[in-house]
T-cell receptor
Framework: RKEVEQDPGPFNVPEGATVAFNCTYS??????FFWYRQDCRKEPKLLMS???SGNEDGRFTAQLNRASQYISLLIRDSKLSDSATYLC????????????FGAGTRLFVKA | DGGITQSPKYLFRKEGQNVTLSCEQN?????MYWYRQDPGQGLRLIYY???????QKGDIAEGYSVSREKKESFPLTVTSAQKNPTAFYLC?????????????FGPGTRLTVT
């Protein structure tokens, strides 16, 4: 089993739709969680950190479920510009600063 | 502006040659990382450094070498021992403190070896 797993998609949604991605992780002692956005042939950019209480940034909401060991990203009112690959990242509590990235979920938002 | 720079953006080399990829940051971050990304795949950690003059192997360090002589710089050498070096190479940095593992990436270097 991979340490961090994501549904590769692609998710094809119309503009204005709400879409949600999940990301599961295997190390129950993981301590930090993130969502990154990666455009085609570009570097990943930090979208948001994920906190235990959940957090929201505009149309984006991230949640952490420690019991089931997954994090989620919800995008409301999808825009064409949201089309990208979304990577989740988990920092295990093993000391050091290694972060494990998922392979990403591709999202296409259509007009 | 603070950020991470990588050069060059594209690099072409012949098989058997060593090549060094540059990574510089002016974010005053302690930790720096090198990842490799192949088409349709996630990021795989090559090496990381938590502090100057110290670095650790990641998951796929074979055929690569690094140095961390300055806080700002973390160059990666792809040696001729790396069997499949063609890939997108990404450098990243983070504060390295327990409170923040958020990583910030450079624009990447696309290496093609023929």
């Amino acid at each position: 089993r991979k340490e961090v797993e994501q549904d590769p998609g692609p998710f094809n949604v119309p503009e204005g739709a709400t879409v949600a991605f999940n990301c599961t992780y295997s190390n129950s002692a993981s301590q930090s969680f993130f969502w990154y956005r990666q455009d085609c042939r570009k570097e990943p950019k930090l979208l948001m950190s994920v906190y235990s209480s959940g957090n929201e940034d505009g149309r984006f909401t991230a949640q952490l479920n420690r019991a089931s060991q997954y994090i989620s990203l919800l995008i409301r009112d999808s825009k064409l510009s949201d089309s990208a690959t979304y990577l989740c990242a988990v920092t295990p509590n093993t000391g050091g600063f290694k972060t494990i990235f998922g392979a990403g979920t591709r999202l296409f938002v259509k007009a | 502006d603070g950020g991470i720079t990588q050069s060059p953006k594209y690099l072409f080399r012949k098989e058997g040659q060593n090549v060094t990829l540059s990574c510089e940051q002016n974010l005053n971050h302690d930790a720096m990382y090198w990842y490799r990304q192949d088409p349709g795949q996630g990021l795989r950690l090559i090496y990381y450094s938590q502090i100057v003059n110290d670095f650790q192997k990641g998951d796929i360090a074979e055929g690569y070498s690094v140095s961390r002589e300055k806080k700002e710089s973390f160059p990666l050498t792809v040696t001729s021992a790396q069997k499949n070096p063609t890939a997108f190479y990404l450098c990243a940095s983070s504060h390295g403190q327990l409170s923040s593992y958020e990583q910030y990436f450079g624009p990447g270097t696309r290496l093609t070896v023929t």
